[in-house]
Structures are given as structure tokens and as C-alpha cells.
């Protein structure tokens, strides 16, 4: 008993140092706060500065409820052997409730085809700059900061994070749209994932629209053109092509009306192949129920009575040279 | 702090060196209790060196499996080679099992009889095969090739069963294991 205890407690304390690590492979991409509690890197004071500069790029001016886009670029990147960086985009830098979405904002897609406020990227070795972009849902009239960090672990591996932001946050004022503004209307939501192989139509709902003019392009390769169809009540149909790649498609619309013409940020749509989903539990009790079958049924096969320990088997001459 | 990554090519390397020295050894093992290629002088070390192997790769493996785990992107198993990877582990996992409680069951006494020392060859190299075919997933899973790749395996098939089958299994090994645990008549 106490060796097995020995040995459980042995084997607790080897495992424990892959469990302790700042999550090296990353956690994902999601809607964290600024030191990502419950993200990469648990405890803040642990965190060490960034050697990479980040800074944002938006327009100084928007429209209430309207989309726009804000780039992030991180220069100097530095991370792992596996490229792994970790990107946020944020309301302030507090810690706590500074997501986008805290001040309004509301994140309708990002250039790694999800819609939350933190993406991982993978960065090649060697590229030293790496741009993000998340296209946004303005909040209400008034004057908003926006800020970006960076989380990444160290080339040589040793488990520490870094934690870089950016110099001084981007100041955005939004104002009220104009009457007749050609916008999209406020409840449109892009579509951000679609599977391989399936082209997508994108239905628009618009406010004083006459025209619309659609492009799109596989980031960052050439623009092409789609036929918008009017589909009655300021709705607007197209169709981008079927990707046969995991790729991430970019796609804008320019709007025509009475007011000035108007033209979306590009908005992101990742293809990705259809994902594969399992029940967890059934696989795991499968998992069990394997192992006992395997070790039953060979037990089983081998099961002959064991002869008496105390009955020598082979004796070193025949029996009657031994008798 | 080493990463589980780290940990994980470790643990690795020692369960499949162990695994790979308890199938030569269960090999040698068998030829030798058969007396073929002049070998029977080598049972006893053959049969020393496979079980030991095997159990020391047995006990390397919940590491290996717990670093790969804790090193795989994403969260949970969410990858037909994964699944495939946990269902073929309990698998080998289960044979060796049931091979190394046998040998301590039947003491080297296992080699004496015809059918037992088949079985108990075939076992362990079986266990070996198995992990062997785990670990050229983990390869295929991670850099997208093996030496196993030869062989064409079906890796994307899952072949999941209901969880009443599974249950139905679980509970008939578990009835088989608590009969076998009663002593037959000799």
C-alpha cells in the first residue's frame, strides 16, 4: 500500500510540470479581457514586456451602427519555435471588463474568420510583421478608445509569457448617420464560416440603397466582381464562389443611394472543412470498455490452473534416478 | 518550465523503446519455447526481458498519453485520429494487461504449454503492434506522415459503437473477469 502510494505520488508530481506551463499551443481563439483570465497566461505578474510594437490603424470618424474596420499590426514579432501569437483587440487595459463589447462595440467578423476580440495567429519564422483585422458594429454616439495587445511565449521555450500593448490607444468618434446614408440595415450579420466545397449566398438588408456594387477576393489576391439581385424591401442577394481551399474569402459592398455612396470595410468569410464532432463520453467509455475486453479475453484464453508452487515441474533427472 | 510538448516526446520515445525492445524479446520468446533455430537456451532471458519491457512500457504510457493531451491544440478529442488513437491505446494497453497478469499469474510456467506459449508470444507482440500503430498516428497527426503510411490505414474511419454496446461489452468482460477470479476444479 505505501508503495503504491509512492509511486501515485511520484507520478503526480512528473505530470505536474505539463499542466503548469502557460499554454505553449495556445487556448484558442475567444472573447477574453485583457490579461485573459482563464486564457494564455493565468497570472499577470508573471507576464514579462513584449519586445514587439503594436499599433492600430481605424477611421476617426464613424457612423452610429455601422460597420467599420480597425487593423492591428504587430511589428518586431516575436514568439515561439511555433509561431504562436496571440492577439486582442480591446475597449481599455484594465483587466476586467475591457472587451470591445463592454463599450458597445459589437465584433462582426476578424481577418481569422471567427468574431471574437482575441485570435491566435501562426506567425511564419522569420516574418517579422503580422497584421490582424476585425471589422466592428459602431456603438452609440460619443468619443470611444480602442487598444491592442500581444500575448506569446520566448524562441527558446522556457514557458514565460510576454505581454506586449499598444503605445497609446486609438481615439474613435461616432457619429449620427445621416438620414439618407445608403447603409446596411442595423440588424445584417455577415456570415464569417461556411464549409469547403458550398458557395454562399449572402443576403444584405439594407436603408436607402438604389444600387449595390459587390466585391470580393481570397485575401489578398485580386478583386472580382458579383452581381447583386434586388430580393424586394431593400434586400440585396449574391452569391461568392465555392472555395476548394481552407481560405479565408474577403468581400465588400459599395451602396448607392441619394446620399453619399458608401463602401463596407472587407468582411471575412474563412471556409473550413466540415468539422468533425463525437460524443466525448461514448468514445471514452469505448475507450474503457476496450481495455477490458482485450485484457478479459486474453486472460481468458490463458486460463489453466497454475500447478502448486510448492510441486517442483522439472525435476534435474527422471524420476527414478531421483527416487 | 519544459512544455508538455517537451514532455510529450519524451514520455513517447521511452514507452515506444520499451515497447519495441518487449516485441523483440517476445518474438525471441516464442521461437525459443518452441525449440526452433537452436534458441531454447534463451527462454528464460527472452521471457524476463519481454515482460519487463512491456510493463516498463505500460507505465510510461499514461505519461505519454497525458503530455499528448495536454500538448494537442484545440480542446478535447476532436480529430478521427484521436479517437482512433485513444480507442487502439486502451486497446494495447488492455492486451499487455492481460498478457503481464497471465505471466504473473502462471509464473514462467506460461512457456510450458503448446497453446500457452502462442498465445502468450502472439499476445505481447500483439500489445506491440498496436502501440506501434498508435504512435504512427500521433506522426501522421502531427506532421502529416509515418512509416506506417505504407500501409494505408483507414485513420479517418472512427468505429464508434452505440453506448449501450459499449456498456453491454464493459459489463460481460467485468462478469468473465469476476467468474475467472473463481478457482476451477483441477
Redesign the interface.
Known sequence: MKRILVVIMV?AL??A??????N???V?DGTFDAQCGGACHGDADMNRTSASTVTLEMASVVYEGLLTSVSVTVTDVQTTSSGMLGVFLLSDVSGSGDTPQDDGWTIVSNSEGGSQNYVEVVVPSGVMQHTVEWTLRAPAVGTYDLHASVHHGAED???APFFGVSAAPISVEVQPVPVDLPRLSDGFQPPVLRTLGEATTVRLTTTSVDDVQVEWRVAGGTVQSATATPDGDGAWTFDIPASLEPVVVEWRVHLEGDGPTQTTPWLALQSEAS?????????????????????????????????PIDQP?ILPFPDEVMG | ????????VISTELAIGAYATAGLAFLLAGVASHGWLRTGRHLKTADLAAHFALAFGLLAM??AM??GI???????????LL?NK??L???A???A???L??RR???A??W??AW?RR??SL?GLGAVGLVLITASMGGTYTRGESLLDVLSLPYDV?P????WL??A??G???V??VL?RK??A?
Open positions: 507520478s512528473l505530470m510540470p505539463s499542466f503548469g506551463a502557460a505553449p499551443n495556445g484558442g521555450g522556457n514557458g468539422s468533425f464532432t463525437v460524443d466525448e463520453t461514448t468514445a471514452y467509455v469505448q475507450s474503457f470498455a476496450m481495455l477490458m475486453a482485450f485484457m478479459v479475453a486474453f486472460m481468458a484464453l490463458q486460463r489453466r490452473v497454475p500447478p515441474k | 518550465m519544459v512544455s508538455a510538448g517537451t514532455l510529450h499514461p505519461f497525458a503530455t495536454s500538448s494537442s491544440p484545440g480542446d478535447g478529442v476532436d480529430h478521427p479517437i485513444m480507442l491505446g486502451s486497446a494497453i488492455g492486451l494487461l492481460g498478457v497478469l497471465t499469474r502462471l509464473g510456467q506460461v510450458d504449454d500457452g498465445w502468450q499476445g472512427v464508434l459503437m452505440p453506448m459499449s456498456l461489452v464493459l460481460l468482460a467485468v468473465n473477469l475467472m478457482p476451477r483441477a
